[in-house]
């Protein structure tokens, strides 16, 4: 072969290599204003990053065009209320035609499989999400209703029946796009904020499975290694709760707690020893835990003057959500802890908490008697000790 065929043939298998890791994002927004934007922003480990914007035409259109050898998450973005998440991969040519305010509800968008597996999946999560908006609306519709106490337990029957299917759904998904991002994405959807479809304790078989495929053919990619790195910590951590089992089991003394108040000073768990003590870890965020708060305060005002307590632990993200939720539910009476870490409490792993509303009953010298008391069940364990 001689020289300038040489220099042909390297210069078009340069060029091929190039066209095979370049995608094409384009297509339409109609009812778009002049001079607006359309913002493209990469999705990191924890973060978005802006990686390019463009000004819509007179028709509504636009096009990016960017380069990588992984698939990639974007977040394509008009304002903070009209947004849509998509995957693509190298390669791949998505055309999206969507109203400038309701991108997140695009009328099509093809050529991307990962983005078009993502669309086919969120419309059946938006069904979930309609269910449980009602559920939200019936509960609203009944805040002064005194029968509240047994609609709330009613909805949160409703409540489990509507996630558990969300659950299987959401499994199916995964386990049919395990070699894609698609799966990922899957494993943090939300039926409300805060309240994840799979928890990485409970459907930690699922996460491993994921991170499994996807570590090995992506290994470069940020949200794999975030994910990867999750999984890790997860392995861990149960590890080491496994190890550590009988220190919460029934007749132990219950492991020490000390945090911060509503107030800001700390209080431990310690300073209850001589009282009957119901340790209860709960969120304002959390349905079946504010299902809880009625009976507590029932038992509360029953058994208090005779030796009953209640140390409350709150899983809350943010203090104004954990106050807030104390003052609607009228709960204010007992004692609330919580350093507004949600999962990433120090408490979860000390009791090995692996869902919520979950509490403890000690006897007057701190050490573990029952758990999991719900309900009634609650006020016929204290009538029985406190006699």
Not at 294 to 309: R, T
Request: hydrophobic share 40%; net charge negative.
């Amino acid at each position: 072969m001689n020289k300038r065929l040489l220099v042909l043939a390297v210069a078009t298998m340069l060029i091929v290599s190039c066209s095979n890791n370049t995608h094409v994002i384009s297509g339409k927004l109609t009812n778009s204003q002049p001079e607006t934007y359309l913002r493209l922003d990469q999705v990191k480990a924890n973060e978005l990053v802006t990686v390019d914007s463009v000004m819509l035409d007179e028709s509504g259109s636009f096009s990016f065009k960017r380069e990588s050898e992984d698939p990639v998450f974007y977040v394509l973005r008009t304002h903070n209320e009209s947004f849509l998440t998509i995957i693509i991969e190298p390669g791949e040519k998505l055309e999206i035609v969507a109203d400038y305010d309701s991108l997140n509800t695009p009328a099509s968008a093809k050529g991307a499989v990962g983005t078009e597996t993502m669309l086919q999946y969120n419309k059946e999560l938006n069904f979930t999400l309609e269910k449980m908006s009602a559920l939200s609306d019936i509960y609203m519709q009944n805040i002064e209703n005194p029968e509240l106490g047994k609609i709330m337990e009613e909805l949160n029957i409703e409540a489990e029946a509507i996630i558990d299917e969300a659950v299987v759904y959401t499994k199916k998904y995964i386990d049919e796009n395990l070699t894609s991002l698609v799966s990922l994405f899957m494993l943090y959807q939300q039926v409300s904020p805060g309240m994840h479809i799979m928890h990485p304790l409970n459907d930690m078989d699922y996460f491993i499975k994921v991170d499994s495929s996807l570590f090995s053919l992506y290994p470069n990619s940020e949200p794999v290694i975030a994910l990867h790195e999750q999984v890790n910590e997860i392995r861990a951590r149960v590890a080491e709760e496994t190890a550590g089992t009988e220190s919460t089991s029934a007749g132990a003394v219950a492991p020490e707690i000390a945090l911060p108040s509503v107030k800001g000073d700390t209080i431990k768990l310690s300073s209850t020893r001589g009282k009957i003590v119901l340790l209860d870890f709960w969120a304002a965020w959390c349905p079946p835990c504010r299902k809880e708060s009625p009976y507590l305060v029932a038992a509360y005002d029953k058994y208090n003057s005779k030796g009953f307590e209640i140390f409350q632990v709150s899983l809350d993200k943010t203090r104004q959500d954990w106050i807030k939720g104390i003052e609607e539910d009228k709960l204010g009476r007992w004692i609330h802890v919580s350093d507004v870490m949600y999962w990433n409490s120090i408490v979860v792993p000390l009791y090995k908490i692996e869902s919520i509303p979950f509490n403890v009953l000690l006897d007057r010298e701190g050490r573990i008697i029952d758990s999991n008391l719900r309900g009634e069940r609650l006020q016929e364990v204290l009538e029985t000790l406190l006699k």
